[in-house]
C-alpha cells in the first residue's frame, strides 16, 4: 500500500470512527448527572476558538461548524494512523484501543490545554473524562477495523473493493 493509500484509508476510517463516536457522546452525555451535562468538547472547542477569534455565529451555523470541526479533527487523527500502527492488519482491535487512548491523550492532556482551549482532563469530573475516553475507545475501534479490512482486502487476488481481481463484473457489458 503506497503513503498516500495509507493517509487517505486511515482518513475516511476517521470519518468511519467519529459517526459511532458521536452517536455516543450524544447517547452517554445524556446520563451525565446533571451538573456535567454541559457542552461537550466539540462544541466547547468550537465555541472557545469561535469566540477567540471574535466571530460571533448564528446558533445554527455554530453547530454546523461544530460538526465539521469534529469531523475533519476525526480524519485528521485518523489520517495519522499508520504513524502508529504500520501493520494495521494485525490485531486491529487492540490497536484500535490503544489508539483510541492515544489520541485522547494526545488531546485532552496535551495540546487542548497546552493551547489554552480547554482546561486538562485531570481537572474536568472523572464522568466526564470517562466519557470521553470510552468514546474515543470506540472511534480507535472502528478506526483500526476499518483500515483492516481494506488493507486485508486490498492484498487479495480478488479484493471486493480496492484489491484486484482477474473476474470481470458480471453487470460490465
Request: charged fraction near 15%.
Amino acid at each position: 500500500m503506497t503513503f498516500f493509500s495509507r493517509i487517505l484509508f486511515g482518513a475516511i476510517g476517521g470519518l468511519v470512527g467519529t459517526g459511532p463516536m458521536t452517536i455516543a457522546m450524544v447517547k452517554l452525555h445524556r446520563m451525565l448527572p446533571r451538573q456535567d451535562q454541559y457542552p461537550l468538547p466539540p462544541k466547547e472547542i468550537t465555541a472557545r476558538l469561535l469566540d477567540e477569534a471574535k466571530m460571533p455565529l448564528r446558533e445554527e451555523n455554530e453547530t454546523q461548524l461544530t460538526m465539521l470541526n469534529h469531523f475533519a479533527y476525526g480524519a485528521g487523527a485518523g489520517a495519522c494512523y499508520f504513524l502508529a500502527c504500520p501493520k494495521p492488519e494485525n490485531r486491529p482491535i487492540a490497536k484500535g484501543v490503544f489508539y483510541g487512548l492515544l489520541i485522547w491523550a494526545a488531546s485532552y492532556l496535551g495540546l487542548l490545554p497546552g493551547f489554552g482551549i480547554l482546561k486538562s482532563a485531570t481537572r474536568q469530573s472523572p464522568n466526564r473524562s470517562l466519557l470521553m475516553i470510552a468514546v474515543h475507545l470506540i472511534y480507535g475501534i472502528f478506526l483500526a477495523s476499518f483500515v483492516e479490512a481494506i488493507a486485508q482486502d486490498g492484498r487479495r487476488t480478488q479484493g471486493a473493493l480496492v484489491g484486484k481481481s482477474p473476474i470481470p463484473h458480471k453487470d460490465a457489458k
